[in-house]
């Protein structure tokens, strides 16, 4: 019997002994972990919270400053072509059978060559009926100007509302419009001391 009445006792005692000494340990390492203490102290994120709003104000100006640095850089500059008669001519013809090709009215060509402030040696200008034939016109120039001459163009815009396409091909630019837009931008006006010379 007391065999028994020493192994029930004491494996009781270890347990109570060491459930105490357990919850000690936890409370002291409770209160020992730096965890809570920088989570429950007010200086920490503070501390955090300045550094990262001068990072962020650093970083915002070094964004204001790359972009101002972008909008100041100039457009990239077209490319100078120095062009025989014969591949000018070539090109001309190229343009002006691209714009037949799908029926394009009242072609013209303005000649700047002798104008100082020109942008290009040449306008090629046609216009059309309705958006989708502007759209077809400017489609079958750069097609036609490609399998006749092998050029591409350089630039191309205006698809959005194919109001009036301009495809540059640097030496020459043609400009197709819808009839509205040509008479209101009236090219040939503007560019006035040009030769003019009308394609039937």
Request: charged content about 35%; aromatic content about 4%; proline content about 2%.
């Amino acid at each position: 019997m007391a065999k028994k009445t020493v192994k029930k006792a004491s494996p009781a005692k270890k347990a109570k002994g060491t459930k105490t000494s357990d919850k000690k340990a936890v409370k002291k390492t409770k209160a020992k972990s730096p965890v809570k203490k920088t989570a429950g102290s007010k200086k920490a994120p503070v501390k955090k919270r300045v550094i990262t709003d001068k990072e962020r104000e650093q970083r915002e100006a070094n964004v204001i400053a790359n972009l101002e640095k972008k909008k100041s850089k100039p457009l990239a500059k077209r490319p100078k072509r120095t062009l025989t008669k014969s591949q000018v001519s070539n090109l001309l013809d190229a343009i002006v059978e691209g714009m037949k090709e799908k029926k394009a009215k009242n072609i013209a060509i303005l000649d700047l060559t002798k104008i100082e402030s020109r942008v290009c040696d040449q306008f090629v200008i046609c216009d059309a009926d309705s958006k989708i034939h502007v759209e077809a016109i400017a489609d079958s120039v750069e097609e036609t100007v490609e399998k006749l001459t092998g050029e591409r163009a350089f630039h191309s815009e205006g698809h959005e509302n194919s109001e009036w396409i301009l495809v540059d091909y640097v030496n020459i630019v043609a400009h197709i419009f819808l009839r509205e837009a040509r008479e209101h931008y009236n090219l040939e006006a503007l560019w006035g001391d040009a030769e003019l010379e009308l394609i039937n």
